[in-house]
């Protein structure tokens, strides 16, 4: 524990003045005591019971100040409490596999209806925002609260050729952080799009943004990416790149696998082909990011995963100031010795 204002902490010094004070008081009702005839009968009047309850009262109420001293110096104690993410982004894979039937009634409405399930869950205070990726990827729902419009990107989906789990990532990351710089032309398709649309000046200011220095992994709480394919990367750029550009931000990157290991084959317009799940690189992805990976065979499992990952996401530890918890604390102290005189001895403390 640390205290932001350290120097108020003297005011403890006055806990053991009180303390002092407290036996000099007793001494001096002990002297008035002796003055009656028979001291043995007060005692009895009183009871073994009742001479130890008069110090509970004034022990809670100086346990109060104490805490309330406490409080006075802002301390700040790494505690569990429900994250502060602002932003979360679902980025799906829409590629053409995901229309295998291996998870009921296919992968795609299957991930779509986990989505849903998922957001629902959610606090209302939380953004969330919609990464589509196939052979490229693009953002179709701006980080939002409002989940009606949430649910209409993700209702939208339409199936297209490709795996592009790395364009995913990049994209999700330039939705994380739109300040930044991250150049998604340049890192999906090798090559700066609109350059020719910026003046000398403001591509020096974007050079300028580009430059960052390199954050712990998982570190970023502020925003976290849930990545749901069912495939192999079959186009754009290295899924583990990808992943460490997240890492390199702090950002962690859950993902979860769709279908069967066993893979399936389908086919579409005359086209077939076997797809299969590629674990490894999920893990490894996770893995890089201190995120984790998931397993979902089944529809149900995917309902299941994403339950679990709300909790995952909503439960942090952090460095916290917990001056309010120490103040209430000091209140229920004084409301129960003030309680407890009156029961004891019908008076206040």
Same mark, same amino acid.
């Given at each position: 524990?640390?205290?932001?204002? &350290? ?29 009656? !005839? ?9 009871? +073994? ?21 406490? =409080? ?5 104690? /790494?505690?569990?409490?429900?994250? @502060? ?24 409405? =299957?991930? @779509?209806?986990?989505?849903? +399930?998922?957001? =629902?869950?959610? &606090? ?33 989906? @339409?199936?297209?050729?490709? $795996?592009?789990?790395?364009?995913? #990532?990049?994209?999700?990351? =330039? ?18 799009? *609109? +350059? ?19 954050? &712990? ?8 990416? #849930? ?10 750029? *290295? ?6 550009? !997240? +890492?390199?931000?702090?950002?962690? /990157?859950? $993902? ?18 076997? /797809? ?9 992805? !996770? ?11 089944? !529809?149900? *499992? ?48």
């Amino acid at each position: 524990m640390k205290f932001l204002w &350290p120097e108020t902490l003297w005011l403890l010094f006055v806990v053991p003045v009180l303390v002092a004070g407290y036996v000099v008081l007793l001494r001096r009702r002990k002297k008035v005591a002796l003055r009656y !005839a028979s001291l043995n009968l007060v005692k009895e009047a009183l009871g +073994a019971g009742q001479s130890v309850r008069r110090h509970v009262p004034p022990l809670l109420i100086l346990l109060a100040l104490t805490a309330m001293f406490v =409080a006075v110096g802002r301390p700040v104690a /790494v505690v569990t409490l429900p994250s @502060q993410n602002e932003t979360i982004i679902l980025a799906m894979d829409v590629s053409g596999s995901m229309r295998a039937t291996d998870v009921q009634p296919n992968r795609l409405v =299957a991930s @779509q209806a986990a989505a849903k +399930a998922f957001l =629902a869950e959610q &606090p209302s205070t939380t953004r969330i925002g919609v990464v589509a990726f196939a052979a490229t990827a693009s953002l179709v729902q701006t980080p939002t609260r409002n989940r009606e419009d949430i649910i209409a990107s993700i209702d939208r989906f @339409q199936l297209q050729r490709g $795996t592009a789990i790395g364009s995913g #990532i990049i994209v999700s990351l =330039a939705t994380l952080f739109p300040d930044a710089g991250i150049d998604v032309s340049k890192l999906i398709y090798g090559r700066d799009r *609109d +350059a020719w649309r910026r003046t000398p000046l403001e591509q020096a200011r974007d050079a300028e943004k580009k430059e960052f220095k390199p954050v &712990p992994p998982g570190s970023y709480s502020s925003g976290a990416i #849930i990545l749901l394919t069912d495939g192999q990367r079959t186009t754009g750029p *290295d899924s583990l790149a990808a992943a460490r550009m !997240a +890492a390199d931000r702090g950002v962690r /990157v859950f $993902t979860v696998g769709v279908g069967t290991k066993a893979g399936e084959t389908i086919g579409f317009e005359g086209w077939s082909m076997r /797809v299969r799940l590629d674990e490894e690189t999920l893990k490894s992805i !996770a893995n890089l990011t201190h995120g984790e990976y998931f397993y979902a065979g089944t !529809a149900t *499992d995917l309902v299941k995963i994403y339950k679990s990952l709300n909790s995952r996401l909503v439960l942090e530890k952090k460095e916290t100031e917990i001056t309010a918890l120490l103040a209430a604390a000091a209140a229920v102290m004084v409301l129960l010795a003030a309680a407890l005189s009156l029961l004891w001895f019908n008076r206040i403390v």
